[in-house]
């Protein structure tokens, strides 16, 4: 088409777009750079919102808890991806080799509901299953004669608690997404595969894996991203306590912005972790988006 | 061996296969559906029952703590609030991202990868980094507690979505159907609205149900944006954390009203949701 005269009707159509994001995607990211060298705390507006230098920037490099937030944000990540990806391709594997059809089609479609659940309302379901006193979670415990579990009272059972949630809601995605690698392979190549490999693990590490490579790479990556968001579910489940104890990334920033209202040093916070987010995510479209061509 | 003898036992072999992958099954989703389940029953229950150890599985059900949210208000503005919000936020990143998709998707430009890159990596920017700014710029604008203000932030993951998913979706028209059409003299705005637009018509529909269970789930923008006047549904759940005294029946019956329409959505189009998640990384 034409490259040298102006497409202007081309031009109006994608304007909105490009003006809109420019409007509410990169503008507020221009105002937080620039709150994040200034003085800004609402509770103290007598302070002024003088500009500071890289004074925000120095208390958070120099906050243990911020990177301590960053830290257990790591830990969680260890703590559900792994968990994730091996059950995710076993119930894949599963329901892949389920002989009744309609039997399968019905995981698949039921495995939907965990996913569109409502962070929120995963949050609060969360504290009732595992409410000391009445809960599910320490029923199940009593069934095998175990003492109950202070789930969300103490540090180390409140990160298995969100981690254990994280996982109910997010291993039906990876497994949905082996699913979809799975049936990329053709009867063919299986049946060939199953002459020279036989069945069980060699078929599955030689034949099946290969196809779930790039599927694994888009959950691995797409779990970093969401894992670094994650608020929602964390702040009504456990609000980041007991202590801090459950405090990832975005629950950190949050807190010191909405709660604590130093909005300077929450914008330095925030820039920091655009920049972490954003090398993250330039690496996932390298790797797995093919740009669009012509 | 006889061949009827084999036959047989090839059958039981099967009838074996079926039982054990039903029994697995059936655990499976027992397993996975137990929390959403919990939810609704603990809404349904009376507060004794929801207390009783070891807990009840039959019980009597009871509307009444739907009752009580129902005349108490504040849950049914809430829902009516995201109802509004995750509508026209749906609407307009349609509206937007669509006729964009359509262009990237058929002209070629300088820079063009780039700007389709900015756009897609919207999806990857955590919201924390855009709430703190949003909040002081609809502070000084007086957009606190609006539904624009949640309606115009919901658009930086709306337009994106709907971006990606389209761009597939109007590179599978194919390009002689424009080219004869332009033959004929039509304008583009004829060419994408006539003709482009209806064919691409389900593609952009699993976009914006996507976009719209994201927009109705969404909890940080709107705790921080809004109020009393505008507070969504997930907020007004978050709030049953508050205070003295859970209400636990009134606080899962308000849970399951906001779960019920996004999980309905989701099942219908549960053939796409996995690659409208991962922005079309995986078919």
């Given amino acids: ?67 301590q937030s960053l830290l257990r944000t790591a830990q969680f990540f260890l703590l559900t991806v792994p968990l994730q990806v091996v059950l995710g391709v076993l119930i ?58 202070s789930w969300l009272g103490e540090p180390v059972p409140a990160m298995l608690t969100i981690a254990l949630v994280d996982i109910w809601q997010w291993t039906p995605f990876v497994a949905l997404v082996m699913i979809s690698g799975l049936s990329m392979i053709s009867q063919d190549v299986l049946e060939s595969g199953q002459l020279e490999a036989g069945r069980g693990w060699n078929l599955f590490w030689h034949v099946q894996a290969p196809y779930l ?42 807190r010191v912005g909405f709660r604590v209202f130093d909005m300077g040093v929450a914008s330095a916070q925030a820039i920091l972790l655009l920049i972490l987010c954003i090398v993250l995510s330039r690496g996932y479209i390298r790797l797995f988006y093919r740009e669009i061509e012509a | 061996m006889s061949a ?95 006729p964009a998709a359509y262009v990237l998707a058929r002209f070629n430009f300088r820079g063009k990868s780039d700007l389709w890159f900015w756009i897609i990596s919207n999806r990857f920017i955590s919201p924390i980094v855009v709430a703190l700014p949003f909040f002081l710029i609809a502070r000084d604008l007086r957009l606190l507690d609006t539904h624009l203000a949640l309606v115009l932030v919901y658009l930086t993951f709306g337009v994106p979505l709907v971006v990606w998913l389209c761009v597939d979706q109007f590179r599978a ?16 705005w004829q060419v ?52 003295f005294g859970i209400r636990w029946g009134p606080m899962m019956a308000t849970g399951t009203l906001i779960v019920l329409p996004v999980v309905l959505f989701a099942l219908l189009v549960s053939r796409n949701l996995v690659r409208g998640l991962t922005m079309g990384a995986v078919k």
């Fill in chain 1, 213 to 254: 490579l790039p599927g694994l790479t888009a959950v691995l990556i797409l779990r970093t991203a969401d894992i670094l968001k994650l608020f929602d579910m964390v702040f009504v489940l456990t609000r980041g306590g007991p202590g801090v104890s459950t405090e990832l990334v975005s629950v950190y920033i949050q």
């Fill in chain 1, 92 to 149: 894949a594997l599963f329901i892949d080799g389920v002989r009744w059809r309609p039997l399968s089609f019905v995981m698949r479609v039921l495995l939907v509901v965990p996913i569109a659940v409502t962070p929120t309302v995963v949050g609060l379901i969360g504290r009732l299953l595992f409410n000391r006193d009445f809960g599910f979670m320490n029923y199940l415990l009593s069934l095998f004669n175990a003492p109950p579990v």
């Fill in chain 2, 173 to 188: 028209v194919p390009r002689e159907v424009d080219e004869a059409a332009t033959v004929d003299g039509a304008t583009i």
């Fill in chain 2, 192 to 243: 994408f609205f006539r003709i482009n637009l209806p064919l691409a018509m389900p593609g952009i529909v699993v976009s914006a149900i996507l976009a719209f269970i994201t927009a109705w789930n969404e909890l940080m923008f709107a705790l921080v944006l809004t109020r009393a006047e505008a507070r969504t549904a997930p907020v007004e759940a978050a709030n049953f954390m508050t205070g």
């Fill in chain 1, 1 to 67: 088409m034409s490259r040298q005269r102006v497409n202007w009707p081309a031009i109006s159509l994608i304007a909105p777009a490009v003006i809109v994001l420019l409007a509410i995607g990169i503008y507020p990211l221009l105002f937080a750079l620039d709150i994040s060298f200034r003085q800004y705390q609402l509770t103290k507006q007598y302070l002024g919102t003088g500009y500071v230098g890289f004074q925000n920037y120095v208390a958070v490099f120099n906050d243990p808890l911020f990177w």
């Fill in chain 2, 4 to 98: 009827r003898s084999h036959a047989q036992r090839g059958r039981s072999r099967h009838t074996f296969t079926y039982f054990w992958q039903g029994v697995v099954a059936v655990i499976l989703m027992a397993a996975f559906l137990m929390p959403v389940y919990w939810m609704i029953s603990t809404a349904l229950k009376t507060t004794t029952d929801t207390f009783a150890v070891p807990p009840v599985l039959i019980f009597q059900p009871t509307f009444e703590h739907f009752r009580a949210v129902y005349e108490e208000g504040t849950v049914a503005k809430s829902l009516v609030n995201s109802l509004i919000v995750a509508t026209s936020a749906t609407a307009l990143s349609v509206l937007i991202g669509a």
